[in-house]
């Protein structure tokens, strides 16, 4: 069983940076599918990027492509999340997920992944 610990949320301004970390023990971090998800206040909760395990793939939502970079630190256990040019619309609670090399289901659905850490609040003011 994983366990993922999210850091590095805070309060900035729209177009400043932050980078969020997640730190994952108690598994083989390198054969998990990662991803980050967010969720707005009244909003479900959404797919922002995965590093898909099988291919190297790195996936983005629409609204944060070339703006949000996806990456992984194997040796590390460790995953991040490097968001630039934040807009007060990327203001959410993010969430890093986990799921095994046999799980199904698509990598943008929520439901596939099995493990989930405590989340890391973006506030961003515009």
């Known amino acids: 069983q994983v366990q993922l610990v999210e850091s590095g949320g805070g309060l900035v301004q729209a177009g400043d940076s932050l980078r969020l970390s997640c730190a994952a023990s108690?598994?083989?971090?390198?054969?998990?599918?990662m991803a980050w998800f967010r969720q707005a206040p009244g909003k479900e909760r959404e797919f922002v990027a995965a590093?898909?395990?099988?291919?190297?793939?790195?996936p983005y939502t629409d609204s944060v492509k070339g703006r949000f970079t996806i990456s992984r630190d194997n040796a590390k256990g460790t995953l991040f999340l490097q968001m630039s040019n934040l807009k007060p619309e990327d203001t959410a609670v993010y969430y890093c997920?986990?799921?095994?090399?046999?799980?199904?289901?698509?990598?943008?659905?929520?439901?596939?992944?099995?493990?989930w850490g405590q989340g890391t609040q973006v506030t961003v003011s515009s």
């Open positions: 108690g598994g083989t971090f390198s054969s998990y599918t």
């Open positions: 590093i898909i395990r099988w291919s190297g793939a790195s």
């Open positions: 997920a986990a799921r095994g090399p046999y799980q199904g289901g698509s990598y943008s659905d929520p439901a596939s992944y099995t493990h």
